[in-house]
């Protein structure tokens, strides 16, 4: 029979965790101090043991805080199984108790009851009451929630109690949603992108680097649905700009990026470059006056400058100090160059000092291919002959000379005695030599051998007179002219085109103002006007593209050449020699 006492104490050490020795009464046969022995005096046991109720008994297997750490068997008779702690609960879900320590031979106890139901909303089950924590070491209700005390055993030998269950588990438990990722951003070409998180809903921002553009939204959004709002931005350049290896730049104005990256415009000192429409424009030459006369060849730029005292100059294509081939020219009026020499014509300051001249294109000795001239102008050349206009009083001849063999004072050979005046340009191809009047306005051309002119055009069944330049190709005669030309100018100056045979003229280019130059190459016409731009059109005919713009000033073309990328041109008021590339 078991007393009350005595079946108190064997809940109080089933509840701490140490098993009886003894399953009798409350005397023993055992040594004293040693397991199942009757205390000392002191109140002591062996070691390992403790004293209980004047018994030394050995301690149970204690409660772990979790399964993993329960391990411990409690081996004494008729002892309660330990206390079962309850699990811990996370988001709603029952987490089994721990499972408790078994006794050696008691009868299966009743379990303690469970702890209560925590409040809707809190985590897990709280720490009972019906167990008290008697052991310091074990968690307080503020760490974790634990189950109820185990069964009391019986007297017999049997199994220990089993634990009960842990604390109710919580209702509604706080629910933690599932974290959404929208992944990493890139940065936009030429931008970059901060985003400090990727997870709902942060919001990422796009901008860019200097001088580009941001195209499309400047933030996105990480939404619940795991992508990023909007679309992807992109940074460009502003219109009008270009993008040179990550650099907006403007090609129509950058000296290191005209007309196109890395294009450079520049010009040997103390020439000039300035990029100007995506074209490199090079002030050649300064300080040089009245240039009417102009030529090119592959190396260098030829021109006359129309004074008393007048020279014949050169610079090269790329820029650079100016040579002087001759100087003390008597009014040097126009220029041409073949593979060896430049020559050229001098009006002369009276009647009968007018001379044709000729130079080697490196400058040195001065060669007379004609003299006693009257009013020489324009002049061309070719493989075997020298050929140039003569103003004769009211009128003008056409004539030519070798340029080989002549000496002072020979007689050139007239090709055509004409009646017409002002023959102030001439050109020439394999055949024949081309030129136009003023009196009367026609586009005439003569065998080269001399011989009967014929007719190409004449500029008064059009209403057009004042004949300033012309050029020919391999198909057709190509000149410059005006309707009028009044004290305050013109806006009447037209580009036509005529074949080699004659026929109609096709107007190129109409409403030019004062267009005194032309040029030509195998796929346009080339002039200047009085407003100092240089333009040029298809030689079919078609859109007018505006090379150079002279803004409005009142800067006139004299003489123009083209070589395979550039025209060059002379200005009058500001004289200077120029250059635009490409073409």
Do not use: H
Request: hydrophobic fraction near 35%; charge should be negative; include cysteine.
């Amino acid at each position: 029979m078991i007393n009350r006492d005595r079946s108190a104490t064997r809940i109080a050490l089933a509840i701490v965790g140490i098993t009886w020795a003894s399953c009798g009464g409350g005397s023993s046969s055992k040594p004293v101090g040693s397991e199942g022995g009757a205390c000392t005096l002191g109140g002591s046991c062996d070691p390992g043991l403790s004293c209980l109720s004047n018994l030394c008994v050995k301690a149970g297997g204690a409660t772990s805080n979790d399964a993993a750490t329960q391990t411990a068997t409690n081996t004494a008779t008729g002892l309660d199984g330990s206390a079962g702690k309850g699990g811990v609960d996370s988001g709603g879900g029952t987490a089994p108790d721990i499972a408790p320590s078994t006794g050696s031979g008691g009868m299966v106890g009743t379990g303690g009851a469970g702890g209560p139901t925590p409040p809707a909303g809190a985590d897990g089950g709280a720490e009972t009451t019906d167990a008290p924590r008697i052991d310091a070491s074990i968690p307080d209700a503020s760490d974790v929630p634990i189950g109820g005390a185990g069964g009391v055993g019986g007297m017999s030998p049997g199994s220990g109690g089993a634990g009960n269950a842990g604390g109710t588990v919580g209702t509604g438990g706080m629910s933690t949603s599932p974290v959404v990722d929208c992944g990493p951003l890139t940065n936009p070409a030429y931008g970059s992108v901060n985003a400090p998180a990727t997870t709902y809903p942060s919001t990422a921002t796009y901008s860019c680097s200097t001088g580009f553009i941001l195209s499309g939204g400047a933030t996105r959004i990480c939404q619940l649905d795991g992508t990023w709002s909007g679309t992807f931005p992109t940074c460009s350049c502003a219109s009008g700009m270009t993008d040179c290896n990550g650099t907006c730049i403007n090609t129509q104005a950058d000296n290191n990026n005209c007309g196109g990256c890395g294009s450079i415009c520049a010009a040997v000192a103390p020439s000039s470059a300035l990029c100007a429409m995506g074209r490199c424009v090079v002030t050649l030459a300064s300080a040089q006056p009245t240039v009417v006369g102009i030529a090119v060849d592959a190396t260098s730029v030829y021109w006359t400058n129309l004074v008393s005292s007048g020279t014949v100059m050169k610079a090269p294509l790329g820029g650079g100090s100016p040579v002087t081939l001759a100087f003390g020219q008597d009014y040097p009026y126009d220029v041409a160059v073949d593979g060896t020499s430049v020559y050229w014509t001098n009006t002369g300051s009276a009647s009968g000092d007018g001379s044709v001249m000729k130079t080697p294109l490196g400058g040195g000795t001065q060669t007379t291919l004609a003299s006693g001239l009257v009013g020489p102008r324009g002049i061309a050349v070719d493989s075997t002959s020298v050929y140039w206009s003569d103003m004769i009083g009211s009128y003008a001849d056409v004539m030519k000379a070798p340029i080989e063999g002549n000496i002072v004072g020979s007689t050139p050979t007239t090709i055509y005695v004409s009646n017409q005046s002002n023959i102030f340009c001439i050109a020439v191809d394999a055949t024949s030599i081309y030129w136009g009047s003023t009196g009367p306005s026609t586009v005439m051309k003569a065998p080269l051998g001399g011989g009967e002119p014929t007719t190409l055009a004449a500029l008064s069944t059009t209403g057009q007179s004042n004949f300033f330049g012309i050029a020919v190709d391999a198909t057709s005669v190509y000149w410059i002219s005006e309707f009028s030309r009044t004290a305050g100018g013109s806006s009447g100056g037209a580009v036509m085109r005529i074949p080699l045979g004659g026929g109609t003229p096709i107007t190129l280019a109409s409403g030019q103002y004062e267009v005194d130059c032309i040029a030509i190459d195998a796929l346009d016409v080339y002039w200047g006007d009085g407003y100092g731009n240089v333009k040029k059109v298809p030689l079919g005919g078609g859109a007018l593209t505006t090379l150079v713009s002279g803004k409005g000033t009142s800067t006139k073309c004299l003489a123009m050449k083209v070589d395979a990328t550039a025209v060059y041109w002379s200005n009058d008021s500001d004289s200077t020699v120029m250059k635009v590339s490409p073409k």
